[in-house]
């Protein structure tokens, strides 16, 4: 069984500083890695997705991410932030027979002025 | 492409009563996902649908949950005898499934609060 552990709940920073949200995933198979954000009473929006091929993903909005399978994470960042990004980020596997998505409980992004 | 979309947005049941929400996917997307997200967490898969045969159901889904896509297009999801821990946000995601693709749209959910 897959399990995804997301270590912040909150990462609060200000605006045009660089942030990293961190995700780690559980599995013995091979998986497929997901971000997603989440804004105030919207549904989720995919953000970048890691399937195969190149490890560093980039995503809309100027997310990316970097694959490591050695350390078992996707840690998603971005060099420099706005208010706008003030969101919910999950980070998610999916079962590869499925495709259900298998989420971490969530990190707040909070940028301040 | 108008998106996914659910319906009703909000819904405020009394407590033993039964609620019924629905799911419109993406018109060409045979696959699709319903999730519980309760406050603070990231959302629960429940189950989910190719065409209109349910594939796999959580063992988060007793058996006051029941959900169904009669034509493989709109689906419903209906909880019978609601207890206030049925109270979450309820999202609905498709996608094109088998195809690489891989990713899943999801609509903007159903509050529920059972009081």
């Known amino acids: 069984a897959q399990s995804v552990t997301q270590l912040d709940s909150q990462v609060p920073v200000f605006e045009e500083a660089p942030v990293e949200l961190r995700c780690n995933y559980s599995?013995?198979?091979?998986?497929?890695l997901f971000w997603y954000v989440q804004y105030p009473n919207q549904g989720l929006q995919l953000l970048l997705k890691?399937?195969?091929?190149?490890?560093l993903v980039k995503g809309i909005n100027g997310f990316e991410a970097e694959f490591n399978k050695s350390q078992t994470s996707f840690h998603l960042r971005k060099p420099s932030v706005h208010i706008s990004d003030t969101a919910e980020y999950f980070c998610?596997?999916?079962?590869?027979?499925?495709?259900?998505?298998?989420f971490g409980t969530g990190t707040r992004l909070q940028v301040f002025p | 492409d108008t998106g996914v979309s659910q319906d009703p947005r909000h819904k405020i049941t009394k407590r033993g009563q039964n609620v019924t929400f629905r799911c419109d996917p993406i018109?060409?997307?045979?696959?699709l996902y319903w999730y519980r997200q309760t406050l603070g967490q990231g959302p629960e898969f429940l189950t989910y649908?190719?065409?209109?045969?349910?594939?796999?159901k959580s063992r988060l889904l007793s058996d006051r949950f029941s959900a169904e896509r009669p034509k493989g297009s709109f689906s419903t999801l209906e909880i019978q005898r609601t207890e206030q821990g049925d109270s979450a946000m309820y999202l609905c995601?498709?996608?094109?499934?088998?195809?690489?693709?891989?990713?899943?749209?999801f609509g903007p959910g159903t509050r529920l609060t059972v009081t």
């Open positions: 995601a498709s996608s094109l499934g088998g195809t690489g693709d891989l990713e899943q749209y």
């Open positions: 599995s013995s198979v091979s998986v497929y």
């Open positions: 890691y399937l195969s091929g190149s490890t």
């Open positions: 998610a596997v999916s079962d590869l027979n499925t495709d259900k998505l298998i």
């Open positions: 018109s060409e997307h045979n696959r």
């Open positions: 649908f190719q065409n209109e045969a349910q594939l796999e």
